[in-house]
């Protein structure tokens, strides 16, 4: 297994573990460079944040289809619905970059929907407003290249966030008038684009009530990865020593999960009741089990390890050590539980997620195999936001 996240000697620690284990992890005496986590992007949200705020055929009305979709890192190219260029586009082109996710949809009568998130930041939203609402009166008549662009207004009633919305009926010549519904609305950093061509005047009603459900829809970012998200967590037997099985995959609540005890045997609950995931592998006595849930009181799990740690290694509740420190700019916490047979502990927090791995150290499991399981949780946190 390639090793992305090394070990720092630390000969005391070592040395504390080697006494229940058996062994110790070699480090050949240096101290790697810290291991980066991966990229987010920008500093909003993420792909997968965003594809939480996106509708999908469940949340429109009737005879709509999937035709499409697309996420990533794009620039923007601003034109004017006051030119003939058209509105709201995207291009090639662009100084600009930010994490932008898009479905399409096409409706059994012609139509074709594009909804479209884009993490732009808290200030974006009334401006991407301002331009939708300004057409209608600033140029409700554009000319050019053979064609007449008509821009009106399009109410957007009981839309529940800050919204505007346009018709732009573009005619080439003498030809036949082409259609565009056009609306935005947005929440905090994000900011919500819909627009359906090919369409009707008698479409316009449905229309806003896909604005409405946009509005709605795009709060859900805010409820954290899900626990599909959360799944993608989760160690596999592919991240493992051969041998191992799965023995039960589950969720419990994080309350249940990030627990320590004091000094006195006293056990504490950190976290809350929402429900992470949870995997666990056997082989022999040796266990493996992680658990992966949103981020709650990461912090207070953390200091109560090392609490333990350091200030009462031996205790009512047993004997403790600290586990080999990991070099990452990501938040970690561990302990070794020098019971019979021993037992690591890993925390991870990557962003919103925390992780939570156990390693029983027992039939050929010593600390540096345990050490490999544990970097290998860390390295699946990564996973959830992909």
Not at 18 to 34: E, H, I, K, N, Q
Request: glycine share 10%; hydrophobic share 40%.
């Amino acid at each position: 297994m390639r090793r992305i996240i090394a070990l720092i000697c630390a000969v005391p620690v070592l040395a504390a573990a080697a006494a229940v284990t058996g062994t110790a992890a070699a480090t050949d005496g240096l101290v790697p460079s810290p291991a980066a986590s991966p990229p987010l992007g920008d500093e909003y949200y993420t792909a997968t944040d965003l594809r939480r705020g996106l509708l999908d055929v469940a949340n429109l009305p009737e005879g709509y289809t999937v035709d499409g979709e697309d996420a990533g890192r794009i620039s923007m190219v601003d034109t004017d619905a006051c030119l003939v260029s058209g509105y709201s586009e995207f291009g090639p082109s662009g100084s600009i970059e930010i994490t932008a996710v898009r479905r399409a949809f096409r409706n059994a009568d012609g139509s074709r929907l594009a909804i479209q998130l884009l993490a732009y930041g808290p200030e974006a939203v009334p401006g991407w407003i301002g331009r939708t609402a300004e057409p209608p009166t600033t140029c409700p008549v554009v000319t050019g290249e053979g064609y007449t662009i008509r821009n009106t207004r399009l109410p957007l009633p009981d839309v529940g966030l800050p919204a505007a919305g346009m018709v732009r009926i573009s005619r080439y010549e003498q030809g036949v008038p082409s259609r565009r519904h056009s609306a935005v609305t947005g929440w905090g950093p994000v900011v919500v684009t819909i627009e359906e061509t090919r369409t009707s005047e008698r479409n316009q009603a449905r229309f806003g009530d896909i604005v409405k459900a946009a509005a709605r829809h795009v709060k859900k970012i805010a409820d954290g990865p899900s626990l599909d998200d959360l799944k993608r967590g989760l160690l596999t037997l592919a991240e493992l020593p051969t041998g191992f099985r799965v023995v039960a995959d589950d969720t419990v609540a994080t309350r249940a999960v990030l627990t320590e005890h004091d000094c006195d045997g006293t056990l504490r609950r950190f976290g809350d009741e929402r429900p992470a995931v949870r995997r666990t592998f056997a082989r022999g006595a040796a266990t493996v089990t992680v658990a992966v849930g949103i981020n709650a009181d990461a912090s207070g799990i953390i200091g109560a390890m090392g609490s333990r740690v350091g200030e009462c290694p031996t205790t009512a509740a047993g004997t403790v050590a600290a586990p080999p420190a990991i070099s990452t700019d990501m938040t970690v916490g561990g302990i070794v539980y020098q019971d019979e047979p021993p037992r690591l502990r890993g925390i991870t927090v990557y962003r919103e997620v925390i992780s939570d791995v156990r390693v029983t150290m027992t039939d050929g499991i010593d600390l540096a195999e345990a050490e490999e399981i544990r970097e290998s949780a860390l390295r699946a946190t990564w996973n959830v936001y992909r």
